[in-house]
């Protein structure tokens, strides 16, 4: 999610240093467990966080859980974390990719700036998207830039980076806030959305080559006319403005060849062939043709809800997390939108992952020598309850929190079901 629209508004390795000791932090040990306020539903709390504000999670096949936390507000302490299996957590790769700091001659080449996004890729390997621009105050590329905006491919085998993708600044503007984003293995590319300015950006990963696609397009901006409710009240800001907040989720249907996004303010769905901009990566600039091909291949899917995240998974249902309403909402393959899960603890649902269970629960999900139960994972960011909109400037006075549910099944008996008939986008 990127308010640039209500906030006043640079490749040396550091791989060698990825080997160092990973720390713990002192956070307290947070087992996953039942949450009190969603009893029967199977909503748990799988970890914690408390002032510390988490965006993007990653499960590797292994169950290794990863959180990151953007650099937006003075409670800060490290971009990205692995929670471990006793709860705690640590620093990772290592405090040295942590330990960016801003405005000095600190700076150790390239590391974590502000991360805000957070992926398992199908060769199970972890992808980190650093949008580089600490409280969205535009991207940081200065001369201790940490590296400016970036992709980077880290190694769970090794624990160590291997490959960083610099997005540079005719790609990602001054005002870009690179979000979220969707790494496709079969053809080597990776999609990523620009919530700031609107637009698609995509990197090849096999040359480092990258082109930004859609700028300004219709489907890539907000919805001027939507207005929020959220907890019954429009999201406005201290000013009394709405936020515009462009293409931010983002989900790739692997299946199919479709590439899904959508803006965050605004509850309409789009898509695109992902082979039609995989045809326009080579080269500089964009065609004036290419620019027509590009438009006309983008369908409008239909209606669905605001969302900040999206995924996909292997049965074809997509996943959005319902901001207006506390909840996790699907669209099955033929169309139709049901909700999932809704609960009070469902505070401004973020990112999504899909993944085995991590910790001490591992023991209810599968029994021994079966195939282990994949789960629903996803962030509470709280962000309509941070200072960008408290009247009196306040932060969210419950922890940011990772949850898990179980993934939709026709079976499913669907929990807190609406009252009103789903409709088909």
């Known amino acids: 999610m990127h308010p640039r629209y209500f906030i006043p508004a640079a490749a040396s390795c550091l791989f060698a240093c990825a080997a160092l000791a990973q720390q713990k932090s002192s956070a307290p040990p947070i087992a996953p467990q039942p949450s009190p306020a969603a009893t029967g539903t199977k909503l748990e709390v799988v970890a914690e966080f408390p002032n510390l504000q988490a965006t993007g999670v990653a499960i590797s096949k292994a169950g290794r859980l990863f959180v990151c936390f953007p650099r937006w507000h003075d409670q800060f302490k490290h971009s990205l974390i692995e929670v471990m299996q006793d709860g705690s957590n640590t620093p990772y790769p290592n405090e040295v990719w942590n330990g960016y700091v801003e405005n000095t001659e600190e700076h150790r080449g390239i590391q974590f700036v502000c991360v805000q996004s957070v992926k398992i890729d199908d060769a199970d390997r972890l992808w980190v998207l ?66 700031g300015d609107g637009a698609l950006i995509l990197v090849n990963l096999r040359t480092y080559e990258t082109k930004r696609v859609l700028d300004r397009h219709a489907s890539t901006k907000p919805d001027a006319a939507f207005v929020p409710v959220i907890d019954g009240s429009e999201l406005r800001d201290k000013k009394g403005l709405v936020p515009k907040v462009a293409a931010d989720g983002i989900a790739l249907d692997r299946k199919n060849g479709y590439l899904y996004y959508q803006p965050l303010t605004g509850n309409k769905l789009f898509r695109i062939k992902a082979q039609v901009l995989i045809d326009v990566l080579p080269g500089r600039t964009l065609t004036g043709e290419q620019k027509n091909t590009l438009s006309a291949a983008v369908e409008e899917v239909g209606e669905t809800v605001m969302t900040d995240g999206m995924t996909f998974d292997e049965n074809g249902n997509l996943y959005f997390s319902a901001l207006e309403k506390n909840a996790i909402v699907v669209r099955t393959p033929d169309g139709e939108i049901r909700d999932l899960v809704s609960d009070d603890l469902i505070k401004w649902p973020d990112s999504f992952a899909i993944g085995p269970a991590v910790g001490p629960a591992k023991s209810d999900a599968s029994a021994a020598g079966s195939t282990p139960t994949n789960y629903l994972y996803f962030t509470t960011s709280q962000i309509h309850l941070t200072d960008w909109f408290s009247p009196d400037g306040s932060m969210p006075k419950d922890p940011y929190r990772v949850l898990r549910t179980r993934l939709f099944t026709k079976q499913l008996s669907l929990h807190h079901m609406s009252s009103s008939p789903p409709s088909p986008p």
Do not use: C, H
């Not at 969205?136 to 980077?152: A, C, H, T, W």
């Not at 990602?172 to 620009?194: K, M, R």
């Open 130 to 195: 650093d949008a580089a621009s600490p409280r969205m105050e535009g991207v940081n590329r200065s001369q201790f830039d940490g590296g400016g905006p970036k992709l980077i491919e880290i190694d769970l085998a090794t624990n160590k980076p291997r490959r960083v993708f610099r997005v540079p600044g005719a790609v990602a503007l001054p005002t870009s806030y690179l979000n979220d984003f969707e790494i496709d293995n079969q053809n080597n590319i990776g999609y990523i959305t620009d919530s």
